[in-house]
C-alpha cells in the first residue's frame, strides 16, 4: 500500500500504530544488520509517539486526523538534530552527542504526526560521494551489497528502497540527496537554497547546505515537502515565499512544458547504459506532451568542480574550527599548548577526508590567497547563476543524468584518487552552487542497477520538478 493508503488506515484505525511501529523498528533492525543504513534507531521516541497517536485516535481528538504524515516513519540522516537522539553527522568527534533541541524540519514532521524512527548513515559531515568516509559503517546499495549507495546520504536513500511506509529525510550540499537517490532507485528532492530551514543542521558549508525529501514514489517525497517547507525566523537563510500545495502538482499534465537537454552532460566520461536511460527518460517526457531540444552550458559543467569544491572546502573548514575539543564534540584532558591540544583532538577525531578539506578550505581562506581563489569562485558563482536564468526564460526544466556511472564496486571506489572521487559529483554539484531545486527520477535500470535522470528547475520552482517526475512515473 502507498503511504497515503497507510496514514488513512492509520486515520481510521484499521492498523494499530503502536503494534505496527514495534514491527517496524524491528525490520529496521534486520535491514540495518544486513546494510547499515542507521547509526542510531530511536525505538523509545517512536514507540512514544505512535503511543500519543493510539491515545489521540482513541480520545477522538479533532486534529489529529488533520496530520499531514500521521504514522508515517521518517527517518533522519545523522546531520540533522533531534533531541535527546545521538547526532554524530558520521564523525567520531560528536560520538554521544544529544541535542537539546530538534531541528526545524523535526518539529515540522512531529507536528505533522510523523514518527523518527532513527539516523541515518552518512559520509562524515557530508564529506563524500559514496558513504565511504563515515566513522560508523558504510552503507550498502539494496541492488548489490558490494555496491556503494551513493553519498553523503546513502543511508537514507537505501533505506527508502528497502523499508516500506517509510520517507527519509536527507541533505545536500553539492549532490548528496539525488546522487544516493539515483544509485539507490528512489526521487530525491532538493529544493531551493532557504526553501526549508537549516535551523539544527550541522553545517558543512553554509551557503550551499539543503535539506529534501527521499522517497521511493514522487508523492511521498511530495508529501514530506509538504511538511517541511517555510519560513523559519530562526534561520537567516530562510526563505519568506509562498510554498505550493506540492502533491497538487503530482497530476498536473505536463503538455507543452520545455525541457533543455544539457549538450555538456552527455558523450565522454559518461556510462553508455546511463546515457541510454536517461535519453529513455526524456523520450517519456516528450510522450507525455513535453517538448525537449538541446541546450549548451558550458559555465555550469566546464567549472562546476572547482567552484564547488573551492567554496565548499572554504566553508567547511571555518565550520570544523570549532571542534576542537573546548565547547563541542569531543574533548581531551587539557595539558600542552593549546595547539598541541587542539591537534591531538582533531587529528584523533577527524577521519582523512574531513582533515583533506579543512586543509585545502584553509589554504583557500589565507592572506594572499583569498582573492586568487575564494573570491574568484564566488565571481564564477555568479556567472553560473546568470547561465542558468537565461536558461529558464526558455525551458521550465533542464534535464542530465544524476551520477555519470552505475553504482561502483566498493573494491573499485577505493582504487580512485580524491580528484575522481570528486569528479563523480559534476552533474550536481552546479545546481547546488546555484541554490536550485533539482530533482533525482529513476528511469530504468541497467545490469539490475539503478539509472536516475536529474531534473533542475528555475529557484522556487518545485513543483515544476515534481510535476515533470511524476508524469515520468505514470509512465513506467
Not at 574568484?376 to 547561465?387: G, H, Q, S, Y
Request: hydrophobic share 35%.
Amino acid at each position: 500500500m502507498s503511504v497515503k493508503e497507510f496514514i488513512e488506515k492509520i486515520k481510521n484505525q484499521e492498523i494499530d500504530i503502536v503494534e505496527h511501529t514495534y514491527k517496524l523498528i524491528e525490520e529496521c533492525r534486520e535491514i540495518n544488520r544486513e546494510y547499515n543504513y542507521f547509526n542510531t534507531i530511536s525505538e523509545e521516541l517512536a514507540l512514544n509517539q505512535a503511543r500519543e497517536i493510539k491515545i489521540q485516535l482513541k480520545q477522538k481528538n479533532g486534529n489529529i486526523k488533520n496530520k499531514k504524515l500521521l504514522g508515517v516513519a521518517v527517518s533522519v540522516k545523522d546531520a540533522i538534530c533531534v533531541k535527546d537522539v545521538e547526532t554524530t553527522a558520521g564523525s567520531k568527534i560528536l560520538k554521544g552527542y544529544k541535542p537539546l533541541f530538534d531541528a526545524f524540519v523535526i518539529q515540522r514532521v512531529k507536528e505533522e504526526g510523523g514518527i523518527i524512527i532513527g539516523k541515518t548513515s552518512q559520509d562524515e559531515f557530508g564529506f563524500g560521494t559514496f558513504s565511504v568516509n563515515s566513522a560508523y559503517g558504510i552503507p550498502k546499495n539494496p541492488f548489490d551489497k558490494e555496491r556503494s549507495c551513493g553519498g553523503s546520504s546513502g543511508g537514507a536513500a537505501g533505506l527508502s528502497q528497502k523499508l516500506g511506509n517509510h520517507i527519509a529525510l536527507g541533505e545536500s550540499t553539492g549532490g548528496s540527496i539525488t546522487a544516493p537517490a539515483s544509485f539507490c532507485g528512489v526521487y530525491g528532492l532538493c529544493p531551493t537554497y532557504g526553501r526549508v530551514s537549516r535551523y539544527g543542521l550541522v553545517d558543512f558549508a553554509n551557503s550551499l547546505d539543503k535539506i529534501g525529501p527521499i522517497g521511493k514514489t514522487m508523492e511521498d517525497a511530495a508529501l514530506l515537502m509538504n511538511a517541511i517547507a517555510g519560513y523559519d525566523k530562526n534561520d537567516s537563510t530562510s526563505l519568506n515565499a509562498k510554498s505550493e500545495n506540492y502533491e497538487k502538482c503530482l497530476k498536473k499534465p505536463i503538455k507543452g512544458m520545455k525541457i533543455g537537454i544539457i549538450k555538456e552532460a552527455f558523450g565522454s566520461g559518461v556510462e553508455r547504459e546511463v546515457e541510454k536511460n536517461v535519453y529513455n527518460g526524456i523520450e517519456e517526457l516528450e510522450e507525455e506532451g513535453a517538448k525537449a531540444e538541446e541546450i549548451s552550458l558550458e559555465i555550469p559543467i566546464k567549472y562546476g568542480i572547482a567552484t564547488y569544491y573551492m567554496i565548499a572546502t572554504s566553508e567547511a573548514s571555518t565550520n570544523l574550527a570549532k571542534y576542537c575539543g573546548m565547547r563541542y564534540g569531543k574533548s581531551e584532558k587539557l595539558e600542552g599548548s593549546f595547539n598541541e591540544y587542539f591537534t591531538k583532538v582533531r587529528s584523533g577525531n577527524f577521519g582523512d577526508e574531513a582533515k583533506r578539506r579543512v586543509i585545502l578550505g584553509t589554504f583557500a581562506r589565507m592572506a594572499g590567497y583569498r582573492d586568487a581563489f575564494y573570491l574568484k569562485a564566488a565571481k564564477v558563482r555568479t556567472l553560473m547563476i546568470n547561465e542558468y536564468k537565461k536558461a529558464f526564460k526558455k525551458f521550465d526544466a533542464l534535464a542530465s543524468p544524476t551520477a555519470s556511472i552505475l553504482p561502483p564496486r566498493f573494491e573499485d571506489i577505493e582504487k580512485l584518487s580524491p580528484l575522481q572521487h570528486y569528479m563523480i559529483d559534476v552533474m550536481t554539484v552546479s545546481p547546488n552552487v546555484a541554490g536550485l531545486p533539482h530533482l533525482n527520477v529513476p528511469v530504468g535500470f541497467e545490469k539490475n542497477l539503478p539509472v536516475g535522470m536529474l531534473l533542475i528547475g528555475d529557484h522556487l520552482q518545485e513543483g515544476k520538478l515534481i510535476q515533470l517526475g511524476s508524469a515520468i512515473e505514470r509512465g513506467e
